[in-house]
């Protein structure tokens, strides 16, 4: 079985552009959640879908954004990128919204320079 | 939000010998998650714990879901280089998202 598969692994951007990440699920796995893994901060939660909808909602400002397809894959949205939104943004999934264990991405790295 | 207190912050063991974290939080949890993080990889799950008292074995880790539902704890036994890594723990109340600990960085001297 394939695991939760995150795209790009790496990017570069410049203060105020905007960025998409893309995560891709398990399969059967129809919740997706979103984390920012800083050395300062650990691991930061964003939001979680759920058969396309949003259950839960972390402390980010609105720049963040994300969304669930009807397949379940997600993407998640940064707007007008700051030097500080530079970390590992992890995605992971679970079989069902409630207490299944999240199994993880391997990342995508954001560098805002 | 909210972090669960990890100790200890960093660990450097000679191999073979036993390693002991905890985690601790001022809220009631659910379900207790442990993971390990390789560098430049996502967090991998090695056990999840459901009720309170409950003690799970992974091959040379244990962990343990603790009675009050405030605490978790993992153990590992002989270890070995392959172990080194951050260990993460995770709490969650049913329904809302998973709050991650600070983090383990392990270390295992040859």
């Known amino acids: 079985k394939a695991g939760v598969t995150q795209t790009p692994r790496y990017l570069i951007k410049t203060r105020g552009q905007q960025v998409t990440l893309s995560c891709s699920p398990i399969?059967?796995?129809?919740?997706v959640s979103w984390y920012q893994q800083t050395p300062g901060q650990g691991l930061q939660f964003l939001f979680e879908?759920?058969?396309?909808?949003?259950?839960n909602k972390g402390n980010f400002p609105g720049r963040f954004s994300g969304r669930q397809f009807s397949n379940s894959r997600s993407e998640m949205n940064v707007s007008t990128l700051e030097l500080g939104d530079s970390a590992l943004y992890l995605c992971?999934?679970?079989?069902?919204?409630?207490?299944?264990?999240?199994?993880f991405g391997n990342g995508t790295r954001l560098t805002v320079t | 939000g909210q972090q669960l207190n990890q100790s200890p912050q960093s660990m450097f063991i000679q191999e073979g010998e036993d390693v002991s974290m905890n985690c601790t939080s001022s809220?009631?949890?659910?379900?207790w998650l442990w993971y390990k993080q390789d560098p430049g990889e996502g967090p991998v799950l090695l056990i999840a714990?459901?009720?309170?008292?409950e003690l799970t074995s992974n091959g040379r880790l244990t962990a343990q879901f603790g009675i009050t539902r405030k605490d978790s704890f993992l153990n590992i036994s002989a270890s070995i280089p392959s172990d080194v890594g951050i260990y993460f723990c995770?709490?969650?109340?049913?329904?809302?998202?998973?709050?991650f600990g600070t983090g383990t960085s392990l270390t295992v001297i040859p």
């Open positions: 992971a999934s679970s079989s069902t919204a409630g207490d299944s264990p999240l199994h």
């Open positions: 399969s059967g796995h129809r919740s």
């Open positions: 879908y759920f058969s396309e909808t949003q259950r």
């Open positions: 809220s009631i949890f659910n379900t």
């Open positions: 714990l459901y009720k309170a008292g």
């Open positions: 995770a709490g969650q109340r049913t329904g809302n998202q998973f709050y």
